[in-house]
């Protein structure tokens, strides 16, 4: 059984960073797409990035310069280093082992979510 555990959510000012961290369980982690979604309050869960298997990445235009996704297949772990986080980023980050066929994700399993909150 795949299992997926986020960490390093918190509540920050705007203009600060966090690392968002995603460890997984129960599988090959380094055959895995990774991806990170958000969902805010009131809002459908989107992706906000994505990491193929061979390090390829890809972002929405609302994060790209300031968020980078990253992966340790050592250490079967996904991260998600956010700067100048701005209250526009507060939600529920998620994290998502899938697949990926040409540049379309395909979502598998999820984590339980963690929480960011930015305030002004």
């Known amino acids: 059984q795949v299992q997926l555990v986020e960490s390093g959510g918190g509540l920050v000012q705007a203009g600060e960073s966090l690392r968002l961290s995603c460890v997984v369980s129960?599988?090959?982690?380094?055959?895995?797409?990774m991806a990170w979604y958000r969902q805010a309050p009131g809002k459908q869960r989107a992706r906000v990035a994505d990491?193929?298997?061979?390090?390829?990445?890809h972002y929405v235009d609302s994060v790209k310069g300031r968020f980078t996704i990253s992966r340790d297949n050592a250490k079967n772990t996904v991260y998600l280093q956010m700067s100048s986080l701005n209250t526009e980023d507060t939600a529920v980050y998620f994290c998502n082992a899938g697949r990926m066929s040409g540049r379309y994700y395909y979502e598998g399993y999820w984590g339980q979510g963690t929480q960011v909150t930015v305030s002004s």
């Open positions: 990491i193929s298997s061979d390090g390829s990445t």
């Open positions: 129960g599988s090959s982690f380094s055959s895995y797409a």
